[in-house]
């Protein structure tokens, strides 16, 4: 087995200071370093890059450092320190921006039905600002109770049922942050894939050998399928699985070494 390389040791040590932290601090860590929805009272600059360092459980960080360690090492040592963490970190944010724009998406899609209420841009961020969980789930009570006032005040008293939910699963949305290096990890992925496609690869609950060339496309094509029909195999922490994090980060990674490819990088040029 290869030894671990320097940036993918100090990458490992910085991720579990950040869990080991969270774990201490509590929620207002995740106030300042998960990414939240831009909407969000919690959104800062910085989370699209803090967020890959955050993650929701022991076997969330488990898996993803994992990973890191197989993948990340062999591609440190053929990179070099700098190329590596450029992509890495490069994978990660280009994650963040394609979870971000498919929440957009689907932002716009779940307030259509509210549409015909006319609520002004403050009144909705209020809304979907609303403090709405017991620190267990999302309360429908709790929603009722911070949005009446709301809806009052702004002259909005005719709101249906369907209206309700629509602004509920909304306000669930924006309110449910993103966290985890998974996006940069499938990043990884697709790089061991290009440089090493004959390698054999397997997964924790099937042992079977599969080449990476196969292996990969098989991964992200799961995830395509589970991001777009709503379903998940495993939830990381109370949102879910971020799929479309994971096509981002891989989108990046290919496009990446698509180009290093097509361009002969040369390693030399980040040491």
Known sequence: MMNITPTVKQLLIINIIFFIGTQVV?????YLFALFYPENDHFKFWQPLTHMFMHGNPMHIFFNMF???SFGSALEHFWGAKKFLFF???CGLGAALMQIGVNYLEMQHLLEPVKYLGLSDNTL????????SDGNAYRGDMFYNG???ILEEAGKTNLTDAGFKSLFDAAMLNQTPMVGASGAIYGLL?????MFPNAELMMFFIPIPIKAK??????????????????????????GVAHFAHIGGAIIGFLMMWYWKKNQFHNNRWN
């Not at 697709?190 to 290009?194: D, L, R, S, Y």
């Not at 998940?232 to 109370?238: R, T, V």
């Open 26 to 30: 509590g929620q207002y860590a995740e």
């Open 67 to 69: 990973a890191l360690f």
């Open 88 to 90: 890495y970190i490069s």
């Open 125 to 132: 961020h209020q809304i979907l600002n609303v403090t709405f």
């Open 147 to 149: 949005i009446k006032p």
């Open 190 to 194: 697709v790089a061991f894939a290009f």
């Open 214 to 239: 196969y292996f990969v496309p098989g991964l992200l094509a799961l995830d395509l399928f589970l991001g777009t029909s709503g379903k998940s195999l495993f939830g990381d922490g109370p949102g």
